[in-house]
């Protein structure tokens, strides 16, 4: 058995199918045109009222410029806070209360407006960039409300337009005034602080006394010279001469005494040991006279000559004013001696109070400056948190007397409302019932044999079943796929379960 040949579609059989069948496509054609007839009827007009506004910064906080935003981010936080304030419950509620329920609305007047009425608000309210643009790379922004009643749309957005501005200043007011509470705790504790750390400090300071200053400027310059310094290296100076003078002074007390026993060795002594006994000096010079002139004389002459007595009887007495101008010259040497020793330990006790002064300066100077920077770093604190509460006083002033939304000219509907207009629905209808109508015909019919179709199926010649040996029909074997259309596959059927 040879297969039956597939049919196939050509101008002239899709010709004869739509003819043939034409109410196949004609009745989903005129059906979905005339419901979309009833539709264009029927449907109100959706009007869609645009409202440009532009945002600022805070003038008190723009570092680039009064109203600038310092970083794009921080615009486009802005600008995202107001999107989800546009789209609150509260500002969506005030408009539609103060707006009123639509003429035909059927709703409770009381009950206006329901949470249901609030949503689909919601649904109709978009806040757009300028064409082109980004959301929350400009100032401006457009606040747009679709609406089927033009008045109630520009109405509307004037409405939400008031409310965003009052609720986006309370909100600043609200974060201010938070900001405010925040900052006076601040403030209150660095206050609180600051008076600790100071109490401390003036108990120290008081503490040090007179040498206040000198632990100042050891404080801030370590390697500098103060009073303080400067009077130790002078008693350390005085000191040292003091020393040389007391072992100059115990060096001529000792050559005195050494002298009271054998007067020739004041001939010895140094020139500047004598400078404050000049009697001394010149009883010394008229011993050495005298004893040249009683060796000159017992040169020329006897002992017993009377010019050679009265020579030695001169000696003797120069001699006798000379041991007793020793014992004078000892008794003040010993006295010079014990002043050099008093003034030595009374520099001495000087350099180690001074010193003591200045040990105890250096082992306060690292507490003292702990305190003095703790004290200047929370004054620091204290200024900074003052100035931020002022910052934030001027915020929430500025919140409660401007607005940081700005609009610009009036609300605008457009000439035309938005989505597609009646005519367009009309034609969309159509072409989407011819569609319709198209599919469901070439899915249900098939090509074939003109005459065959308009037979009619009672006039059709039915073939002969074939019957086997045992005497039962033979069932016929099935066509290729494709070869019947749906139609005539159905009545084949029918007419083989009834044979």
């Not at 002022?390 to 929430?396: G, L």
């Not at 409660?400 to 367009?424: E, F, K, Y």
Request: glycine share 6%.
């Amino acid at each position: 058995m040879y297969p039956v040949p597939q049919p196939v579609f050509s101008p002239r059989e899709d010709r004869r199918i739509l003819v043939v069948h034409a109410k196949r496509w004609l009745v989903p054609t005129v059906a979905l045109g005339l419901l979309a007839v009833v539709y264009a009827a029927v449907r109100r007009p959706t009007w869609e009222a645009s409202q440009a506004l532009i945002v600022r910064n805070e003038a008190a906080s723009g570092q680039q410029g009064l109203g600038k935003f310092s970083h794009i981010d921080e615009m486009k936080t802005v600008q995202e806070t107001i999107l989800e304030l546009v789209k609150s419950r509260g500002v969506l509620t005030a408009a539609l209360t103060t707006v009123g329920p639509p003429k035909d609305s059927q709703s409770d007047q009381t009950a206006w407006p329901t949470a249901r009425d609030v949503a689909q608000l919601r649904k109709n309210v978009e806040l757009d960039p300028p064409k082109g643009a980004e959301f929350g790379k400009t100032e401006v922004f457009y606040l747009k409300v679709r609406s089927q009643d033009r008045d109630r749309a520009v109405a509307l957005t004037t409405l939400i337009t008031e409310q965003l501005k009052a609720r986006f200043q309370q909100l600043l007011d609200d974060r201010a005034a938070s900001i405010i509470n925040e900052l006076d705790r601040a403030v209150a504790l660095a206050e609180t602080d600051l008076k600790d750390s100071a109490g401390r400090l003036t108990k120290l300071e008081q503490s040090v006394g007179s040498d206040l200053g000198e632990l100042r400027i050891l404080d801030q310059s370590p390697a500098g010279i103060s009073d303080l310094s400067q009077k130790v290296v002078a008693v350390e100076n005085e000191l040292r001469s003091a020393e040389t003078d007391r072992r100059a002074k115990a060096e001529l007390l000792s050559l005195l005494q050494a002298a009271s026993s054998n007067p020739g060795r004041l001939e010895a002594l140094p020139n500047r040991l004598l400078e404050s006994y000049a009697t001394l000096r010149r009883l010394s010079e008229g011993l050495n006279v005298a004893r040249l002139n009683t060796s000159t004389l017992l040169g020329k002459m006897s002992e017993a000559h009377p010019l050679v007595q009265v020579a030695q009887a001169a000696q003797g007495e120069v001699l006798r004013n000379l041991n007793d101008e020793l014992r004078n010259a000892i008794q003040i040497a010993d006295v010079e001696l014990r002043l050099a020793d008093d003034r030595l330990k009374s520099l001495q006790g000087e350099l180690a109070d001074v010193r003591a002064r200045f040990d105890h300066l250096a082992s306060l100077r690292t507490r003292y400056g702990s305190l003095v920077a703790e004290t200047r770093n929370r004054t620091e604190l204290l200024q900074t948190a003052r100035r931020t509460l002022s910052d934030a006083r001027a915020s929430q002033a500025a919140a409660r007397t401007a607005s940081l939304i700005a609009q610009i000219d009036l609300p605008d509907t457009g000439n035309r409302p938005v989505g597609l207009s009646r005519g367009m629905i009309v034609l969309m209808g159509l072409g989407g019932g011819l569609l319709a109508g198209l599919g469901l015909l070439f899915l249900t019919v098939q090509p074939g044999s003109p005459a065959a179709e308009l037979q009619p199926a009672e006039h059709r010649v039915q073939p002969v079943p074939a019957v086997k040996p045992n005497g039962k029909p033979v069932k016929p074997a099935l066509q290729p796929k494709g070869g019947l259309s749906l139609r005539r596959a159905l009545e084949k059927i029918t007419a083989e379960n009834k044979a």
